[in-house]
């Protein structure tokens, strides 16, 4: 029980730093959300994974990203930063190798407003 207890303060401080970071705190200078949002439909990101305002198509097969922005990880593999995530949407198998997603056709200045959508998805 004691042990236990001197482990707390450790463990709240490894939890608090897997905490995403506040609203805001993803800085995608230059990027546009809501040509992020066309991107992802022009793309047909939709067919893989699900968003909370796009109604058709509703993918099961990638995860659901409703709540990205509190994410902590992209793919469960690299930390959720602007630069691995614009990277990630663009051609996910260079930044996470064997991952299921495959590169898009969508250039870097696409891939940052896709980035910057993500971000407002499920921002607290």
């Known amino acids: 029980m004691i042990a236990a207890a001197r482990a707390m303060p450790a463990?709240?401080?490894?939890?608090?730093a897997c905490k995403p970071p506040p609203e805001g705190?993803?800085?995608?200078?230059?990027?546009?959300?809501?040509?992020?949002?066309?991107?992802?439909?022009?793309?047909?990101?939709?067919?893989?994974?699900a968003f909370?305002?796009?109604a058709w198509p509703r993918?099961?097969?990638?995860p659901d990203?409703?709540?990205f922005a509190s994410q902590t990880m992209i793919a469960g593999r690299v930390p959720n930063r602007p630069d691995l995530l614009a990277a990630f949407v663009r051609n996910a198998p260079a930044v996470v190798?064997?991952?299921?997603?495959?590169?898009m056709p969508i250039d870097e200045a696409e891939a940052r407003d896709v980035a910057a959508y993500l971000y407002t998805l499920?921002?607290?």
């Open 122 to 124: 499920g921002a607290e």
């Open 25 to 49: 705190r993803h800085p995608m200078a230059g990027a546009d959300a809501a040509a992020g949002r066309a991107v992802v439909e022009r793309v047909g990101c939709g067919s893989c994974h």
């Open 11 to 16: 463990t709240l401080l490894l939890l608090a």
């Open 52 to 54: 909370p305002d796009i």
């Open 59 to 62: 993918g099961a097969v990638g």
């Open 97 to 103: 190798p064997g991952s299921a997603m495959p590169a």
């Open 65 to 67: 990203l409703s709540r």
